[in-house]
Nanobody, 115 residues
Framework: QVHLVETGGGLVQPGGSLRLSCAAS????????MGWYRQVPGKERELVAL???????NYADSVKGRFTISRDNAKDTVYLQMNRLKPEDTAVYYC?????????WGQGTQVTVSS
């Protein structure tokens, strides 16, 4: 059984930082492309960042230079370091594991950026 568990969300002031973690189990973590997505009510879920099994990364334009995705294959965990947070970053953040036709999602963690 596959589980992806996101942690690290919360309330932060504009300009602040948060680090999200996603711990995976039930998959061969090292072969999966891992991603962070986010969704606000009434909008489609959007890609935030991806990291391939080999370590290459891809970011949404809106977070380039502020967010960093990384992975620790020894811990089966992917991270999203979020700096210089803005109110428009407020969303539920989801972790996704993808390999060929297999996609798995976590339950999500709320990030709220507000003063």
């Amino acid at each position: 059984q596959v589980h992806l568990v996101e942690t690290g969300g919360g309330l932060v002031q504009p300009g602040g930082s948060l680090r999200l973690s996603c711990a995976a189990s039930g998959i061969i973590f090292g072969i999966y492309t891992m991603g962070w997505y986010r969704q606000v009510p009434g909008k489609e879920r959007e890609l935030v960042a991806l990291i391939a099994s080999g370590g290459s990364t891809n970011y949404a334009d809106s977070v380039k230079g502020r967010f960093t995705i990384s992975r620790d294959n020894a811990k089966d965990t992917v991270y999203l370091q979020m700096n210089r947070l803005k109110p428009e970053d407020t969303a539920v953040y989801y972790c996704k594991a993808g390999y060929r036709a297999n996609d798995y999602w976590g339950q999500g963690t709320q990030v709220t950026v507000s003063s």
